[in-house]
């Protein structure tokens, strides 16, 4: 039998391993673009070929060889298949455009607290191959998953969450549909035992769900009582929406109510996801400056200015996925955004769509946060405020100047502790 793992990133060097025990006797290939450049011309030459989320299922020789007969798989759906197959607990998968590793952690963090044996793996960044060894008949995996591990997947979770759902990534779908279809794989293939929990309030969440045969659960925050924004260190209301998710499935579970509050309480957050990194005083006043590096797309840079009352000084701009910028321009014009930075790729495209707040252009990462503490404290000397906001919330992916967006936040952070 002939394998090959496709795109040999974190999941492919897990996978691999996984690989050789169970095919001791059996050559692995490897193709990668980092290795070879016509990496995806051999793929009907194989059996069995493990994609890895890097690489678009849509891609014309992905699908040629599927019409040939080539067998694809992921490490996703192997992880699948082997808790079914050796009844290795239960898998809770997390999706949404975003929100998943905030939901997932937390809710894993809640798990842990009632001495649950619980498990996060996935996009959050853990190999979910990896943690299959230590899993037993009554462990719980909680899986984030993003729309290209859930493409092709053919499996659904046996409690599926589905968070807001918004367009996203056409820079590697070829539709919204696509995109669309893609996340639906975390609902479709479940069975009447199975359940799904989505987001009553967002019509993509509900038509996914939909497509399920488990029991459906709409969560809506404002329908919960055990705890309030005021109660969290995350902020802002999408936050609050994720916490809620979080210990409404916590709660499902039959953990008791008060431990769940009192882990929602204590949870700081996960790096680059509206991180408070630094404080700085002008005249007296204070600057707050918060890191939302994960911030992707224009609907989680709306979600961050929205989280805050005070004047904003916005950071944006990166590497374009070919998504529409105007409904973020609606909401700075209605925001206490008074002026957004912007650098990058697709600077000149977010200047067009949010036309109407001051606009100024910066060549790098250090220019925009540095125009943005200056103009902050500038702002705080001429109006009575007490506090202004730096947020640097891209909207956009950072492939244009950086490795990835945990990258792009840790070189903000370090710019921004050092700050006076």
Known sequence: MKLAILGFGREGKALKAYLRKKYPKEKIAILDRKTDPDYLRRLGDFDIVFRSPGVPYNFPEIQKALKKGTEFSSATKVFFEEVRKNKKGSIIGITGTKGKGTTSSLLYDILKAAKKDAYLAGNIGTPALSILPKLKKNSISVIELSSFQLQGLGLSPDISVVLNVFPDHLDAHRSVKEYLEAKSEIAKNQNKSDVIFYNKDNRNSFLIAQKSKGKKIPISEKEFKLFSPADLKIVGPHNFKNAVMAAEIGLYLGIKPEIVKATVKRYKGLPYRLELVKKIKADGKSIEIYNDSASTNPDTTAAAVKSFKEPIFLIAGGKDKNLDYAPL??????????????????????EKAVGGIEIVLAG??????????????????????????VVFSPGATSFDMFKDYADRGKKFSKLAKSLD
């Not at 990462?365 to 200056?374: C, N, P, R, S, V």
């Open 329 to 350: 321009g609606a909401t700075l014009k209605k925001s206490s955004v008074r002026e957004a930075i912007l650098f990058g790729e697709n600077k000149a495209k977010i």
């Open 364 to 389: 790098n990462l250090e220019e925009a946060l540095a125009a943005a503490a200056k103009d902050a404290k500038n702002y705080l000397r001429f109006y009575p405020d007490e506090k202004a906001i």
